[in-house]
């Protein structure tokens, strides 16, 4: 059974940490999401990658937030420094052109920093 | 830009019976897809239901259908027998070729009611 892993599952920390989010998009895809979920804000795109190039972070708060996958099986959102606004389930999703475009999403890592 | 017009925050239903979701949407491009997602409070986003904007036959999945009207901009999604397993948050999402960007509308909580 085929789905994306994330990893964690929950992460809390403290203001002014490091954050490392972790993915595994299905085998095959060629395209990985990273969204993020608030309550005021719904799902918002922080970035994308078709065949491993970023295509687009604009959704992506430049300065502290990046994004990238070294491999096809891995795909990280950071945050450095993070900061309490940045509480929020960050979603990772995979897609593939040939399958009408769908994505798929992993289970997402509920962030809290305090 | 495109948008996801979500007008029911919430709605409820008995089980066993039959519930439409509203989802309207506003958009330049002629060719697109349609997709209904699921959220239940384990918080993974399930797809339901995708309808491609230039079928013009309403998509069916089980009890999940959708009716699709172009011109209208409208898309909603029926569910016949409700289970008590159909409470969650429904998300109609966009998804936009000249982009590549899927994008959300607000959703709606469906309660279900034994």
């Known amino acids: 059974d085929a789905r994306v892993t994330q990893t964690p599952r929950h992460k809390v920390t403290e203001m002014g940490q490091e954050v490392t989010m972790r993915c595994q998009p299905i085998l095959g895809h060629n395209t990985v999401f990273w969204y993020r979920q608030t309550m005021m804000q719904g799902l918002e795109l922080l970035a994308y990658f078709r065949n491993r190039a970023p295509l687009d972070d604009s959704g992506m708060p430049k300065d502290r937030f990046s994004a990238e996958m070294p491999d096809a099986t891995l795909a990280t959102l950071k945050i450095q420094p993070s900061e309490p606004r940045d509480s929020a389930v960050y979603f990772c999703?995979?897609?593939?052109?040939?399958?009408?475009?769908?994505?798929?999403f992993g289970p997402g890592t509920r962030l809290t920093v305090l | 830009a495109q948008t996801v017009t979500q007008s029911q925050p919430e709605m409820s239903v008995q089980e066993a019976e039959t519930v439409t979701l509203s989802c309207t949407y506003d958009?330049?491009?002629?060719?697109?897809?349609l997709f209904w997602y699921k959220q239940p409070p384990s918080r993974q986003m399930i797809l339901v239901i995708r309808?491609?904007?230039?079928?013009?036959q309403n998509a069916t999945e089980n009890r999940f259908s959708v009716n699709f009207q172009k011109a209208a901009k409208s898309f909603s999604l029926k569910i016949s027998d409700s289970q008590l397993g159909d409470a969650a948050m429904y998300f109609c999402?966009?998804?936009?070729?000249?982009?590549?960007?899927?994008?959300f509308g607000t959703g709606t909580r469906l309660q279900v009611f034994p």
């Open positions: 999703a995979s897609g593939s052109q040939r399958r009408h475009n769908e994505q798929f």
């Open positions: 999402a966009y998804f936009s070729y000249n982009t590549d960007k899927l994008i």
């Open positions: 309808q491609e904007a230039y079928k013009q």
């Open positions: 958009t330049s491009e002629s060719d697109y897809y």
